[in-house]
């Protein structure tokens, strides 16, 4: 099985661009017929599995590369930038599975593996190579959504397959440690889960730190080596792409948009809204570039 069966296997399963939802829970196919330039957006926790086209992903200096030969891992709804390489010739296609808790603390419990290597770095959102073994599972994952029966009977067998196959990966450890709490990076995944469910408060970094274990200057480091940033810069682009969410959604005006997402000030709103997406959030609309 070679990643141009895969291409064969979705293009038949898709017509439109953006992400379309599909006979089996958590998981989307997509596509996308154009390049696109470096922009924010976030992704929900997952596997983004690309089969033709390119994509970079930009998170603090990293630079992330994922496309027919890779996949990306992604522990964490982590705001970064992406830019898309794509044509009508030779459309981006690919597709994302969400990562259900409770299907990988199973898998993870049944694991042999039940400690971490405290000597490897982990990181929230990193891209793997292919195995044959993974393109084998994503083929038989892609089949089932061609018969109706197969996905509602073996669906999620599939799904729990790839997940499977992805904790063989170099990336596994990170998302063992969503289970296992242990070690710093699982101390930094739960600082940043904290500032997901708390977008609206006021965040001390002394006390994320002070949660964390770990003093102020040492909790910044390991902060900004995992997610890409400080956590007070994180904290800012999380609001900013919840408010872009929000805004889309049509059902706020941009003062409760603002209270909604932590600011105390609309003005200081609407400046920094307009520094990181280039319009106000009075013009900004619903841009089909940003479901993909």
């Known amino acids: 099985m070679s990643d141009r069966n895969l291409v064969d296997l979705i293009k038949p399963l898709v017509s439109e661009d953006g992400f379309c939802d599909t006979l089996i829970a958590n998981v989307r196919l997509m596509k996308c017929a154009k390049s696109l330039p470096r922009m924010p957006l976030i992704y929900r926790p997952g596997l983004t599995i690309i089969v033709q086209g390119q994509k970079i992903g930009y998170l603090g200096d990293r630079e992330i590369h994922y496309n027919s030969g890779h996949y990306l891992v992604q522990t ?21 599975i969400d990562i259900d808790p409770v299907l990988l603390s199973e898998l993870v419990s049944v694991s042999s593996e039940e400690t971490l290597n405290p000597s490897v770095s982990h990181f929230p959102m990193s891209s793997v190579p292919m195995s044959d073994d993974m393109i084998e599972s994503v083929s038989r994952l892609i089949k089932a959504l061609h018969d109706p029966y197969t996905a509602k009977i073996m669906g999620q067998s599939r799904v729990r397959e790839v997940i499977f196959e992805a904790l063989q990966s170099p990336q596994g450890d990170a998302l063992r440690a969503l289970v296992l709490n242990q070690g710093r990076f699982s101390l930094i995944v739960n600082s940043l889960k904290q500032l997901h469910q708390q977008l609206d408060q006021e965040v001390r970094v002394e006390q994320l ?23 007070l810069q994180y904290l800012k682009r999380l609001r900013l792409l919840k408010a872009q969410m929000l805004l889309n959604q049509g059902h706020l005006n941009v003062s409760q948009i603002s209270l909604e997402v932590g600011y105390k000030s609309v003005h200081q709103f609407s400046r920094d809204y307009k ?7 009075t013009k900004d609309k619903l841009r089909e570039e940003a479901v993909i």
């Open 76 to 96: 964490l709804p982590l705001p970064f930038e992406c830019e898309t390489f794509a044509s009508q010739q030779e459309p981006l296609l690919g597709v994302s």
């Open 209 to 231: 730190a002070e949660d964390a274990n770990m003093s102020v200057s040492s909790f910044h480091h390991h902060f900004k080596n995992i997610a890409g940033s400080s956590p």
């Open 275 to 281: 520094r990181y997406f280039g319009a106000p959030p």
